[in-house]
């Protein structure tokens, strides 16, 4: 079994729909992060948390450390939301991040 | 652009040889991971360097190598290579050493082993 792991592995919506991506996560963490990686390759950090929750624009991170699970919300979603999300977890003590196997996210106009 | 960055982009090169990987972190971010992607394993973090000294090491082989310079660019070795070996490398930077601190990544290096 993963440490992290996400779900759903491919997601397709329509443009405007709310989209939720789910990661739970088995060990003690520090924080979480979300990451954005684009059909080129390229990766964004969209929020790290360690508690609570996080606002930028249409995108919302919550996280639950009881219950060992985050979730990220898109609203109003985009055709140029399409991309892979990837979320990963900063180990309590230690330094590095584990990974999630990342949710394949394509919008449609 | 995250001020990342890693050269070079595309590497092609053939089994058995040896290559190195550049990364310049953000102007002030004294931290440096080094993580790989392929895509039977998705990502995973290889090492990390904090103000020229390692700090962790992840899923790393003996064959690979990496340091942190003073300046505090880093470099990833890679030798002997395989085909397996072939994969997108990144590398990330943050200001302090933790890794519950944001990390700004770099574009990437894609490493073909032929």
């Known amino acids: 079994k993963n440490e992290v792991e996400q779900s759903p592995q491919n997601l397709t919506a329509q443009e405007g729909e709310f989209i939720t991506i789910n990661c739970s996560y088995s060990v003690g963490i520090s924080a979480l992060h979300w990451l954005q990686q684009h059909p080129g390759g390229g990766i964004v950090s969209l929020f790290m948390?360690?508690?609570g929750k996080k606002k930028h624009g249409r995108l919302i991170a919550t996280i639950n450390i009881q219950e060992k699970h985050s979730s990220l919300h898109i609203t109003a979603s985009h055709p140029r939301d399409s991309a892979v999300y990837i979320c990963a977890v900063a180990q309590g003590g230690s330094e590095k991040l584990v990974f999630g196997k990342g949710t394949k996210l394509t919008v449609n106009p | 652009d995250s001020g990342v960055t890693q050269t070079p982009k595309h590497l092609i090169t053939a089994t058995g040889q040896r290559v190195t990987l550049r990364c310049s972190p953000r102007?002030?971010?004294?931290?440096v991971y080094w993580y790989q992607q392929s895509l039977d394993q998705g990502l995973q973090f290889l090492i990390q360097y904090y103000n020229g000294e390692e700090r962790a090491k992840g899923n790393i082989l003996e064959r690979f190598s990496a340091q942190q310079f003073p300046d505090l660019h880093s470099e990833l070795n890679l030798s002997s290579l395989e085909l397996g070996d072939s994969a997108l490398y990144f590398c990330?930077?943050?200001?302090?050493?933790?890794?519950?601190?944001?990390?700004?990544f770099g574009p990437g290096t894609r490493l073909t082993v032929l």
């Open positions: 102007s002030g971010d004294l931290s």
């Open positions: 990330a930077s943050s200001l302090k050493r933790a890794s519950y601190n944001e990390q700004f």
């Open positions: 948390l360690s508690s």
